[in-house]
């Protein structure tokens, strides 16, 4: 058995893939379907093309995303989850939701701590 905390577990690498910032909004912003590139680039503010197409390449190689090719002039690749990419965006959604519920109070203890450490 795999111990993530271990330097040389296997895990660790999949664990930073799957839990690097971008990952984390890829997955989440298919979670509710398949969407297109340029769909994802709109959807996930402040991503570049680059960063996207790294994101995306590590996800599929890794088993997580699926990309579909649509022959047609042009091609049309579209991006939607695996059932590995299922099982693990389920938890992730639930992490994001529980940030977006608990932000305004991560921020408020951020302004606590520099009030009382200034």
Same mark, same amino acid.
């Given at each position: 058995?795999?111990?993530?905390?271990?330097?040389?577990?296997?895990?660790?690498? &999949?664990?930073?893939?799957?839990? @690097?910032?971008?990952?984390?909004?890829?997955?989440?912003?298919?979670?509710?379907?398949?969407?297109?590139?340029?769909?994802?680039?709109?959807?996930?503010?402040?991503? @570049?093309?680059?960063?996207?197409?790294?994101?995306?390449?590590?996800? &599929?190689?890794?088993?997580?995303?699926?990309?579909?090719?649509?022959? @047609?002039?042009?091609?049309?690749?579209?991006?939607?989850?695996?059932?590995?990419?299922?099982?693990?965006?389920?938890?992730?959604?639930?992490? @994001?939701?529980?940030?977006?519920?608990?932000?305004?109070?991560?921020?408020?203890?951020?302004?606590?701590?520099?009030?009382?450490?200034?």
């Amino acid at each position: 058995m795999s111990d993530a905390f271990h330097r040389d577990c296997p895990a660790r690498m &999949v664990l930073d893939h799957v839990t @690097s910032r971008w990952a984390v909004l890829v997955l989440t912003a298919i979670g509710g379907g398949p969407l297109r590139f340029h769909e994802l680039r709109t959807k996930i503010e402040g991503i @570049s093309e680059k960063m996207l197409s790294q994101t995306l390449r590590t996800l &599929v190689r890794d088993g997580f995303v699926r990309r579909t090719v649509t022959p @047609s002039t042009p091609p049309q690749v579209s991006y939607g989850l695996t059932a590995l990419g299922e099982g693990i965006t389920e938890p992730l959604q639930a992490l @994001s939701d529980w940030i977006r519920d608990h932000a305004g109070d991560i921020l408020t203890a951020q302004a606590v701590y520099e009030r009382e450490t200034a």
